[in-house]
């Protein structure tokens, strides 16, 4: 890549952002090296990554913290150096941090994507993790929990301050040693205890001198009395630093054990941050993951460093049918943003970076060559024109068919004419060469160029005549006016004037202009139809969804209506079978009492005497005499057990 070019693009100020979204000083390490890569296949894995990156996010943010660059003192440690308590203690802080972000990251990713398996990367070393938290902490001290032997020798330390303090404290309040003293308070010089003595007192206190003031009026002297206690005191000390020693370098030859491990484990720190600061980026933008292919195509994209309140979106293609894109339109309109818009997205995603568009599909370009603004070399005593050349010379010597070439105002600083004939030819040989070229530019001739050359399309800015402002909307497809003589009618130039101006354009460029006004006129109608046209689509898509919605509330009552009914009729049904099931049962009960009734009765007659139940009967078993027989008289027939009727 270019590395002119892509300063001129700004791709500089991307990677600033870029840096600023890094959590650990290993990720923005990386960030600023960053450049952008030519291989289809490497780009397409970058952007995956900020993808995956993306989905975490959406999740939950991972966790750096303590995740600082240890390497200089993991290697250090691995020559079997000694690491001090604020060296062993960032190392115990990474343990922790690595621990931690290894495991987010193998929760929320995707097993065997690029973040999971670069998670396998961090070290989980609980057991040096755990010595390093009791040993020392983050002001660099060692602690007493470090070894049972410095808790020892800590304790006796103290109990020996204790009791200076305590001697010194009798002394200064003793009456017979106030009147020596300058303060009634212990200093400290040379590591002892002493106390400010008047000089003139000096034999009255005997002791050590260690030190007197500037004015030689007051002698520090430590008193006979605590020189033993201050001995052992001094003793006690250096067993503590000789232990505090052994402590640090017992720590340190274990974090030496590690060393490569912890080394790659930055490492691995210092990609996932990297890729999830191109996630954080491309969240902070509303930025879409843009795919490779061989043309170009943004829709609605917004240049990433101009504010998004003020910024118009544009769509662009280039590619395919037309391999070169000639911008027209009047200054101020927003050309040069287009091209920096163009070749800034091109240099993110070949980065792996989302670029903020509703779509967009680039091409992975071997080279991005970008010839924008207006310069004058005052060393080299270059024009602008000039300047201009010798930037697009440079660029003839680079490009291939897997090129991109930027040019604004192409052929401007020079004569118009001969300007225009350069800037066609310049065209031509990018088209011939199969390098896709975007320009800018004011001239009719590359308008008319571009509007019958097969291969190469036209596009504008907008300009509004009425407000004299650029709307900075691009139209593809159509040539843009240059609105010279309109802009200087209404800012007051005489008619007169103007038309005079128009008489003396060639005829050519006149019926251009002419055409052009033509065509202005009939886009501004027919997006003004278009709008009614939307309009009124939305009126009918809102009338739509209300009866849409007024059916549904229908077909909802009535299927509410249908299930009441339904549940009604189940009602019903079920009483009726309930009604026929109880009458059912009282039939049933009435004809067994029917047949319980029949069959007493049918026992009664058995039962009963004949005398009672037929005149003349005769006892049981014996036929009654024929005289006793009348007419009507009901009898048992015994030889049927039956009874009958005479």
């Known amino acids: 890549m270019d590395s002119r070019s892509i300063k001129l693009l700004e791709l500089n100020k991307i990677v600033d952002s870029l840096q600023q979204c890094c959590a650990t000083s290993m990720g923005a390490e990386i960030a600023a090296g960053i450049v952008p890569h030519t291989e289809k296949d490497v780009v397409a894995q ?163 001198v260690h030190d007197q003031s500037a004015s030689g009026a007051t002698l520090f002297i430590e008193p006979m009395a605590v020189v033993d206690i201050n001995n052992d005191i001094a003793r006690m000390e250096r067993e503590e630093e000789q232990e505090i020693l052994r402590v640090l370098s017992d720590l340190s030859l274990q974090v030496g054990s590690h060393a490569q491990e912890l080394v790659d484990a930055v490492q691995s720190a210092a990609d996932i941050d990297l890729v999830f600061a191109r996630g954080k980026l491309a969240l902070s933008m509303d930025a879409v993951l843009p795919e490779t292919g061989d043309s170009l195509f943004i829709d609605k994209g917004r240049h990433p460093l101009l504010p998004q309140k003020e910024v118009v979106p544009i769509t662009v293609s280039l590619g395919g049918d037309f391999t070169a894109l000639v911008i027209t339109g009047p200054n101020t309109g927003g050309k040069t943003v287009t091209l920096k818009t163009i070749g800034l997205f091109c240099l993110m995603a070949q980065c792996g970076m989302w ?76 088209r011939e060469k199969g390098v896709q070229v975007v320009a800018t530019t004011h001239y009719s001739e590359l308008k008319e ?71 202005e006129a009939k886009r501004v109608e027919t997006e003004k139809q278009l ?43 079920v009483k009726a079978r309930r009604d026929a099931e109880q009458l059912l049962t009282e039939l049933r009960q009435a004809a067994a009492d029917a047949n319980v009734a029949d069959l007493e009765r049918q026992m009664r007659d058995k039962l009963k005497p004949a005398s009672s139940s037929t005149p003349g009967a005769k006892a049981p078993g014996q036929a009654p005499d024929r005289d006793d027989l009348k007419p ?9 057990d039956k009874p009958g009727t005479v």
């Open 46 to 208: 970058l952007l995956q990554q900020t993808a995956e990156a993306v989905a975490v996010l959406d999740k939950e943010s991972p966790p750096f913290s303590g995740l600082t660059d240890v390497r200089d003192d993991v290697v250090r440690a691995g020559k079997q150096g000694v690491l001090d308590a604020r060296q062993l203690h960032r190392v115990g802080a990474f343990l922790v941090g690595s621990k931690r972000l290894r495991r987010h990251i193998v929760r929320h990713g995707e097993k065997d994507s690029f973040l999971w398996l670069a998670a396998q990367g961090l070290v989980e070393l609980d057991d040096l993790a755990q010595s390093l938290a009791e040993a020392v902490d983050n002001d660099g001290n060692v602690l007493d929990s470090a070894s049972s032997e410095l808790k020892s020798i800590r304790r006796r330390l103290e109990s020996g301050r204790a009791k200076l303090r305590d001697k010194l404290d009798s002394m200064i309040k003793s009456p017979a040693m106030q009147k020596h003293l300058q303060e009634p308070l212990v200093t400290q010089r040379s590591g002892r205890f002493c106390l400010p003595v008047k000089s003139e007192s000096k034999a009255q206190v005997p002791g050590v």
């Open 449 to 519: 160029y571009a509007w019958t050359e097969p291969g190469v399309q036209n596009a504008s800015v907008e300009f509004d005549v009425e407000t004299l402002r650029p709307t900075y909307r691009l139209l593809m497809g159509t040539p843009g006016k240059s609105n010279a003589f309109e802009i200087a009618r209404r800012l007051g130039l005489s008619e007169e004037v103007v038309q005079g101006a128009r008489r003396r354009m060639h005829g050519d460029s006149r019926r251009l202009e002419d055409m052009l006004a033509s065509l």
């Open 632 to 640: 009507g008289q009901r009898v048992r027939v015994l030889s049927l």
């Open 355 to 430: 670029v903020p568009a509703r779509q967009c599909t680039v091409p992975v370009y071997k080279g991005i060559f970008a010839d924008i603004g207006d310069e004058q070399s005052i060393e080299q005593s270059l024009s602008t024109f000039s300047s201009h050349m010798t930037s697009i010379v440079s660029i003839l010597k680079e490009v291939d068919n897997q090129s991109l070439v930027l040019l604004d105002e192409l052929g401007a600083g020079t004569d118009p004419v001969e300007g225009a004939a350069l800037a066609t030819s310049l065209l031509d040989y990018f």
């Open 531 to 573: 709008a009614v046209a939307r309009e009124k689509k939305l009126e009918t898509e809102k009338l739509l969804a209300t009866y849409n919605k007024r059916l549904e509330q229908l077909r909802s009552e009535r299927e509410k209506l249908l299930e009441r009914g339904r549940q009604k009729a189940n009602e019903v049904v």
